[in-house]
DNA sequence: ATTCGATCCTAGCGCCGCTAGACAACAGAG
DNA sequence: CTCTGTTGTCTAGCGGCGCTAGGATCGAAT
């Protein structure tokens, strides 16, 4: 039995490095030079290793997703915890949702761009990917405003984050006014 | 004279058919079925013709999004013209904007998600583009508020409609409540 | 009629994601 | 300790990708 164990954990092990490979991979070269040749180069096994943990690339790509949402639900929640009056908190929020996209532009976008196989927005979505809504929810919900759901507010909140984040690293927003465009939406969204 | 002329016109026209045939193909398959292969199936010429007219399949992607933008920034203000008031002009260039991305995803991805080799945000941005960011400037810069600049309010709008769309398409947010989700944007950012 | 340049095509390069089939290594049985 | 069967890994290759070199063809101008 011990054997099967051994080699159980090694599986696991190396299931672990191919995910980190091609996130470290993915954050300095871009997602485009993630292919599985060059994959299978770094963690030092041939191509169809990878084909043993994975259905194809998409499944990576998921892997790194799920793993970056857990990160980015617990950035959020530090942050949000470390700030005083609901104003502080959700403009905490949006900081700490924009620095984790700036600085991991390649997670940020194996979760919310690039096709990972994985369903959103259902009953069966990954736990990780709930939980970094949650996560949001947590914050925002007590903002939402009278009348208003806190889910949809979430919702739209979020969205605009997302907008700014990926219009902003794709070149369509000059990064400068980051600043004052987070100010602008974290004074007229919520109700504080 | 008249023979250059005429081949002159030919070549255009051609071009103008890559273009054309790339977008449908885009648009009934998505950017990965359009291949340089396809596509020049498609027109009935070889495969490096599509080279004499472009650096490459990068260039392609730019002249779909240059066409596009330029039918968004008439859609919107088709839009905003035939509505009476601040707060409905801002609705109607919300729906026409998300109207726009909902019906033809290959070409808004062509516009803000692909790389179609354009400069964007700069001096020497095509023209189209700059039109169709000062299209949403002409309707949103009148309910920046006070003391806020417009071009910048109009960015963070521009920034959430995009976060509403790409989230959307892309499966993140459920399509049902598009409709409050818009409602609450437009009640919340613009002062009206 | 002949030249000569523009135009277009065939063929192929190096890369991609992915897989079939050969081969080696090793746990467990005798 | 040897044999055997499974498990794991690799080599090699398929079809398709973006892109390009070099040769054939066609038509305008002499």
Redesign the pocket.
């Given at each position: 039995m011990s054997?099967?164990e051994r080699?159980e954990r090694e599986?696991a092990g190396?299931e672990r490095l191919i995910v980190a490979t091609a996130r470290e991979l993915a954050e300095q070269q871009g997602w485009d030079a993630?292919?599985?040749?060059?994959l299978a180069e770094r963690i030092?096994?041939?191509?169809?290793?990878l084909?043993?943990h994975f259905?194809?690339?998409?499944e990576i790509i998921g892997a790194v997703a799920l793993q970056g949402a857990a990160e980015l639900a617990a950035a959020v929640r530090a942050a949000t915890a470390a700030a005083d009056g609901p104003r502080e908190r959700v403009y905490a929020l949006a900081r700490a949702y924009l620095d984790f996209a700036a600085r991991n532009p390649a997670v940020y976008d194996a979760i919310f761009q690039l096709d990972g196989g994985l369903p959103y927005a259902q009953e069966d979505t990954p736990e990780p990917l709930k939980d970094a809504f949650a996560a949001l929810l947590e914050c925002l919900g007590e903002v939402a405003g009278d009348g208003v759901h806190p889910g949809l507010f979430t919702e739209v909140f979020w969205a605009s984050l997302h907008g700014l984040a990926t219009l902003t690293r794709a070149g369509r927003l000059p990064p400068e006014d980051t600043e004052p465009r987070v100010e602008l939406l974290v004074d007229r969204l919520p109700m504080v």
């Open positions: 054997v099967q080699k599986r190396r993630v292919t599985t040749r060059r030092e096994y041939s191509q169809p290793v084909y043993s259905r194809g690339k998409r």
